[in-house]
């Protein structure tokens, strides 16, 4: 991905930094959207996406996809057909090309041994969610690095989409971890399952606990359902 598009980096970075402080999210989604397909590309990998018809109209949603490796977050930038935002740990969010595609995105890093910090990002995420914004999270917290096996989601993830009483969209990723995570240059492909998001009236009795416990039971049926 990187080697097939090496001259064309600077530009990338450059673009997608621009864009992130003078034009509208969907410009600058867009050109992120262009330079994962090209990374794709190089890479040889295929993303196929079904559910897309599952997602809500409106928007103020969050996704909750299975992380199954540092592939992930390209395969919704590349394939999502609406801009969205992100939740990274703080470790990555200075990475090149990272941190200019977490500014360009209004993207939110958390540190998680920082108590204070981590309630602001919740509180920050809860309020643009109620205001409309979709955003991504990994409830596992961090990859799950046993294929397409789960860790266990944590409840705490799910407290924004709570506040915010908004749609959760569980989502189920196959051999994502290929492309980044396994030693092998052969085409790859990714698929993505978007599944019956579960509104605020279906969960809102229940604590977040429970809530992770109920996506991760319907994102591992799934991928047992077209393994």
């Not at 109920?214 to 359902?225: D, F, G, N, T, Y």
Request: net charge positive.
């Amino acid at each position: 991905m990187i080697l097939r598009n090496i001259l064309f980096v600077p530009y990338y970075l450059i673009r997608t930094a621009w864009l992130g402080r003078h034009s509208t999210k969907e410009k600058a989604f867009a050109f992120i959207k262009h330079v994962a397909h090209r990374a794709n590309k190089a890479g040889r990998v295929r993303v196929v996406s079904e559910g897309l018809e599952n997602l809500p109209k409106e928007d103020g949603f969050v996704l909750f996809p299975n992380h199954q490796g540092m592939y992930d977050v390209i395969v919704f930038l590349a394939e999502f057909p609406r801009p969205f935002s992100f939740v990274s740990k703080k470790e990555v969010k200075n990475l090149p090309f990272v941190k200019q595609v977490m500014g360009a995105t209004k993207s939110l890093a958390i540190n998680r041994e920082d108590l204070r910090q981590s309630m602001k990002v919740i509180q920050e995420m809860t309020r643009r969610v109620a205001a409309g914004d979709n955003f991504l999270i990994f409830a596992e917290g961090t990859r799950s690095k046993m294929g397409n096996k789960m860790n266990n989601m944590k409840g705490g993830s799910f407290k924004s989409a709570v506040k915010a009483k908004a749609p959760i969209v569980p989502v189920a990723l196959m051999d994502s971890f290929l492309p980044f995570d396994s030693k092998s240059i052969k085409p790859v492909t990714v698929r993505v399952f978007y599944l019956p998001p579960i509104c605020y009236e279906e969960y809102k009795d229940m604590t977040t606990n429970e809530i992770a416990a109920l996506v991760k039971s319907r994102i591992e049926a799934k991928i047992a359902e077209n393994s």
